[in-house]
């Protein structure tokens, strides 16, 4: 199983960088990193996936180092309404391979707060 | 438009009532699940399938009934509700049920806004 680790919670202000490191030592071959946001009331969104390095979108860039034992989400220049849960994910997701649902399965995920 | 709708949004009943909730998504997915959220907020799978077949069952009660009359539906039946069940369940789909290894996707879930159930 690849669990994963996060811190229960982080703080931090406006316009500062924000990294959430997510430790998954027991990570597979074919497992991604995925990670998601969910705000009060609301079902969890993607925010974004990877495999190894870097990667980036207009949300986000998720930073995996060689051994792909831990990965780092860094959100830039943050504001109020980042203000979220961060759950990060690892797995397949693929039922049938037997790797059952970990890839599916949210931990505690990070509390996110973001002060003026 | 809604991609994964869910009702009812709240729900309150007494203890050994049965109950249902019911999801639908119109992104033309394959995939659908059920997930619990607890009040410590530990959000768990329960269930998942893909075009109507039953695919993950996660040691869920047997009075958790999950149903899926069509890829766009699945609905979840709760028989005899005991005050553990209060919960936040959310439905989401999926593309696929597998993720960018096989697929060439991310594997993204949607979710629905979640169903409160408040079990007295």
């Known amino acids: 199983l690849a669990k994963t680790t996060q811190p229960i919670s982080m703080d931090s202000y406006e316009g500062q960088e924000v990294n959430i490191t997510c430790s998954h030592n027991?990570?597979?071959?074919?497992?991604?990193i995925t990670w998601y946001q969910q705000f009060p009331s609301q079902g969890p969104r993607f925010i974004i996936q990877g495999y190894k390095t870097k990667v980036t979108n207009e949300v986000a860039s998720l930073f995996i180092p060689a051994d792909r034992k831990s990965s780092t989400l860094s959100l830039p220049r943050v504001s109020l309404s980042d203000t979220a849960v961060y759950y990060c994910l690892v797995g397949d997701q693929i039922p049938y391979s037997g790797g059952g649902a970990d890839g599916l399965t949210f931990g505690k995920g990070t509390h996110l707060i973001i002060q003026p | 438009d809604t991609a994964v709708s869910q009702t009812p949004k709240y729900l309150v009943t007494q203890m050994g009532n049965d109950k249902s909730i019911k999801c639908e998504q119109n992104?033309?997915?394959?995939?659908m699940y059920w997930y619990k959220q607890d009040s410590k907020k530990f959000l768990k799978i329960m269930f998942s399938?893909?075009?109507?077949?039953?695919?993950i069952n996660e040691t869920v009660p047997n009075r958790f009934s999950p149903k899926s009359p069509d890829k766009a539906h699945l609905n979840l039946h709760i028989n005899s509700l005991e005050l553990g069940d209060s919960a936040v369940y959310f439905c989401?789909?999926?593309?696929?049920?597998?993720?960018?290894?096989?697929?060439?996707?991310?594997?993204?879930?949607?979710f629905g806004e979640g169903s409160r159930l408040t079990v007295l």
């Open positions: 992104l033309g997915h394959d995939t």
């Open positions: 027991n990570i597979a071959t074919n497992d991604y």
């Open positions: 989401a789909s999926s593309l696929h049920p597998g993720t960018g290894v096989l697929f060439g996707n991310t594997g993204e879930l949607f």
């Open positions: 399938y893909n075009n109507k077949e039953l695919i």
